[in-house]
């Protein structure tokens, strides 16, 4: 008989175990962001849909594609520089990265339209909860375009799948974001 051990289910992540663990804790952080969201708009559910109104949906909708088709060219790279195409794996992580710029100026023309409007914090509870969840959001894709390029840089495929999952959580916290600050009704 041979002891062959299974694969546990760490074995099978790609990268190391801290980031997963961090992963894990900054989608806590923003699920508890979005559970006080949903308990506060309960309280005021026309409160919070006459503020929601001011909000550019077509720009939210415009960077969620921004933001899946770079969270798609993150995860063509670790395929990538596993074969052959070391160049194309770094090609595939800063078009992700330009992509993830491209997110923070439409976030930074609609921050611009709600200040030119006067709409701050202090507006409505369904304001700070917007500030609150998308600026953290947008630290974090500003977090995720340099953590994708010093994988682009210092390109092992143990980096690029590391690298690729964070910002896979970048996209993961947006696509529950923004069905829930910009379209519930």
Do not use: C
Not at 31 to 59: C, I, K, N, V
Not at 61 to 87: D, E
Not at 109 to 125: L, N, V, W
Request: proline letters at 3%.
């Amino acid at each position: 008989m041979s002891d062959q051990s299974q694969p546990s289910l760490l074995d099978e992540l790609p990268g190391d175990l801290l980031i997963w663990v961090l992963i894990i804790s900054e989608l806590l952080v923003f699920g508890a962001g979005l559970a006080a969201f949903l308990a506060m708009r309960m309280t005021d559910p026309a409160g919070f849909a006459e503020a929601q109104s001011h909000l550019h949906r077509t720009g939210a909708a415009l960077n969620t594609v921004v933001l899946i088709t770079s969270g798609y060219l993150a995860a063509l790279a670790p395929r990538y520089r596993m074969g052959t195409r070391r160049r194309a794996a770094r090609i595939a992580l800063i078009s992700s990265a330009l992509l993830g710029a491209v997110f923070l100026v439409i976030k930074g023309i609609e921050y611009a339209d709600k200040a030119a409007q006067g709409i701050s914090f202090e507006t409505h509870d369904f304001f700070m909860f917007y500030y609150l969840l998308t600026g953290f959001h947008a630290a974090h894709v500003i977090a995720g375009i340099v953590v994708l390029l010093l994988v682009a840089w210092r390109d092992s495929v143990d980096n690029i799948e590391m690298g690729a999952a964070f910002w896979h959580m970048v996209d993961l916290i947006w696509v529950l974001l923004f069905p829930i600050i910009y379209l519930l009704a």
